[in-house]
């Protein structure tokens, strides 16, 4: 072996690992660029991309049009190699995506009507709905690098349990998701709240160039009820806390005192309806003012607002908080903050399940070939 020849471990640990993670970023790429983007010598290199084509992670690409001579060959990562689920249990929606490893989707489905007060039940139509998408691209269980599940709960870190407590939410107490998922499905299973995925996904829709983002979420409750989330990523990752429940605003929500249509009845509060003035200060006590508290102890670069289902009055929800904020804050701080709305639109939960998967693969460089290539 000449020095600087790849051992198989180098192929399947750092060195590969390298050559990935460049392609999977950057590609499709030359040999020349991928010598002086990974630092490698061309033997090193050539052996690689020989063992990374065999096992079906590298593809070849086209010849570059050179500027003379012999056109060069370009290589590019397959994000097909493998599949990630996501799965976001919104409450009351289950929403599923299958992506390929570069985030896109590949199949999706939402259901509603679910059986909420009985976990087992409900864990029982996730992994239906899973395997269903599965069958339908059939792609066997092997080829699924994980499946990543948000869900509106408590997460209960050193027994690796949820509960949801809520009052507008249905009573789960210390349920087993991950273990109970990984039981019916075979395949690796990642549980986070739904807001932190949701936040992942927007984050990464921008581009991850803020340093603190601030993700506020307005979700459609299961009782006549609006509840509220949020999340905070430090330099595109997610904080969780020591237990996994840093700002998630547990137990936020608002409530129409009568029966009717509640999504309705904010739009008229927004729109300064005198009969709705108790909603409209009703989120200022649960929404409001808690995002103020977090803004002065986050500093965050960006505020960004997920309220859709408010549908036209969005904007005038997400001017209505800027206008408390900055009420509230100081003005230096005031002057500075950015609120703009959400930019992900499409099923943000699922689709931040299924691209934390592959980010954990990606941050796994011992186990990332040998990941994709079982």
């Known amino acids: 072996m000449h020095r600087g020849d790849p051992t198989s471990r180098e192929i399947g640990t750092f060195h590969g690992f390298r050559v990935v993670q460049t392609l999977q970023r950057e590609g499709p790429l030359t040999k020349r660029e991928l010598e002086q983007r990974c630092q490698l010598s061309r ?126 939410l249905p009573r789960w107490k210390d349920v087993a998701v991950k273990r109970e998922l990984y039981r019916k499905l075979g395949i690796a299973v990642h549980v986070d709240n739904d807001v932190n995925f949701m936040a992942l996904a927007e984050n990464l829709r921008r581009g991850q160039g803020e340093p603190v983002l601030l993700y506020l979420a307005l979700r459609q409750g299961t009782n006549q009820d609006l509840r509220m989330g949020s999340a905070i990523l430090f330099n595109g990752q997610v904080y969780r806390g020591a237990y996994g429940n840093a700002a998630s605003l547990q137990g936020m929500y608002v409530k129409l005192r009568k029966r009717g249509d509640l999504i309705g009845a904010i739009r008229k509060a927004l729109g300064q309806d005198r009969n709705e003035a108790g909603l ?95």
């Open 43 to 168: 033997p090193t290199l050539d052996k690689i991309i020989e063992s990374l084509r065999k096992r079906g992670i590298l593809n070849s690409g086209e010849h570059r049009a050179p500027s003379s001579g012999r056109p060069p060959l370009t290589y590019a990562f397959n994000p097909l190699i493998k599949v990630c689920v996501g799965v976001d249990l919104e409450m009351p929606a289950l929403n599923t995506v299958i992506t390929d490893l570069d985030g896109e989707p590949l199949w999706e489905k939402s259901q509603s009507n679910l059986p909420l007060s009985d976990p087992s039940k409900t864990l029982g139509l996730v992994a239906h709905q899973v395997k269903q998408g599965l069958a339908s691209l059939r792609i066997p269980k092997r080829s699924v690098l994980g499946v990543g599940l948000g869900i509106p709960a408590f997460m209960n870190g050193p027994n690796d349990t949820v509960s949801i407590q809520a009052h507008n």
């Open 280 to 374: 409209l200060q009703a989120l200022n006590e649960h929404f409001f003012l808690p995002t103020v508290n977090m803004i002065l102890m986050l500093d965050p670069s960006l505020v960004v607002i997920h309220a859709r289902l408010l549908d036209d009055k969005r904007e005038t929800f997400i001017a209505t908080c800027q206008r408390i904020l900055r009420k509230h804050l100081p003005a230096a701080m005031a002057a500075r903050l950015r609120i703009e709305a959400s930019v992900h639109a499409h099923r943000p939960g699922a689709n931040g399940a299924a691209r934390f998967v592959a980010q954990q693969a990606f941050a796994e460089p011992k186990e990332l070939i040998a990941k994709l290539s079982s």
